[in-house]
């Protein structure tokens, strides 16, 4: 006995998981695509000259590009300016990063950043990560969206072993390990449990 074939619509699918959200003021938020990665450059990089983020190479920004939302304003002209950005890196099976929270000067306090950090805790959730830290200056925005202080290093010691292999600095950083503190300036870890 056979069964009727089913027909899957591969770009239902695609669109749903990729699709852009409507925000106020006729700004959007969408998954980053490569040719957005010069313009998440520029948006970074006066913040890691203040050394607010950590700066990193263009290659980086390719291999975690699947890691990225945008908010972005449409232009007449058809072309987009990005108004923030966000990644979400997973770090253990319950454990993931916001990382690269960004958002432009000309766009603060339109709601950018938190409707990022909003999709990020979705996509943890989504994905089974039922906490997510950050290292911030800004910890008003963050405790706004249910963020913590981090109080000692909240994994068991079997999982703190395992992570002491990661090459990543956002897990050094997590860790707060002594190496990485030269570079974070005072950072507060913060985390949220989903």
């Not at 969408?30 to 890691?48: G, N, Q, W, Y």
């Not at 990193?56 to 300016?81: N, R």
């Not at 010691?157 to 974070?184: C, M, Q, W």
Request: negative net charge; hydrophobic residues 40%; aromatic residues 8%.
């Amino acid at each position: 006995m056979s069964s009727p074939a089913h027909t899957f619509d591969h770009d239902s699918l695609s669109q749903h998981h990729h699709h852009s959200h409507g925000l106020p003021g006729g700004l959007y938020l969408r998954r980053a695509r490569t040719s957005d990665v010069k313009a998440i450059e520029a948006l970074v990089e006066p913040l890691a000259e203040q050394r607010i983020l950590l700066a990193k190479d263009t290659v980086t920004y390719y291999e975690s590009l699947q890691e990225f939302w945008l908010v972005v304003d449409p232009q007449p002209d058809g072309s987009e300016m990005l108004a923030g950005c966000a990644a979400l890196h997973v770090i253990w099976s319950d454990l993931a990063e916001a990382r690269t929270v960004a958002t432009s000067p000309d766009y603060r306090g339109r709601g950018v950043g938190k409707a990022l950090i909003r999709q990020l805790l979705a996509d943890a959730q989504e994905i089974g990560v039922d906490r997510v830290f950050c290292l911030t200056f800004e910890t008003g925005f963050f405790r706004s969206l249910g963020f913590e202080e981090i109080k000692g290093i909240p994994v068991s010691p079997e999982v703190y072993i395992e992570l002491l292999h990661s090459a990543d600095e956002g897990v050094a950083e997590f860790l707060d390990l002594a190496r990485v503190k030269p570079n974070t300036l005072g950072n507060t870890r913060m985390i949220k449990y989903l």
